[in-house]
């Protein structure tokens, strides 16, 4: 499963709320916020199969403007996020 990582533009960690929900870096500036996730091969091999990707947008009516790009931006640290029960992963240090 795709995780969130920690780049060199990354500015903010947001704090996941509990056990069950993990931090996650972004690089925050006045009208946006980005989050950049890391694939993993399989997910990979996938979207060059021919695999599309699906944004979920929570509890927003109307849809706000988003993005979705590609980048090729370098990973600060490799996180150590497990999968816990709630799909989501455990909380990590923000490294300074």
Known sequence: MAVPVR????NFVYKGPGPDVGDAWV????EVVYMTWE???EERAFLLDGGNLRIGIWNIKP????????TGEQIVERSDFKIT???WQKPW????
Request: without cysteine; neutral net charge; hydrophobic residues 25%.
């Open 7 to 10: 780049t060199k533009k990354s």
């Open 27 to 30: 690089e925050n500036y006045p």
């Open 39 to 41: 694939l993993t091969n």
């Open 63 to 70: 849809i706000p403007p988003i993005s979705v790009e590609m």
């Open 85 to 87: 029960k709630a799909g």
């Open 93 to 96: 240090s923000d490294g300074g």
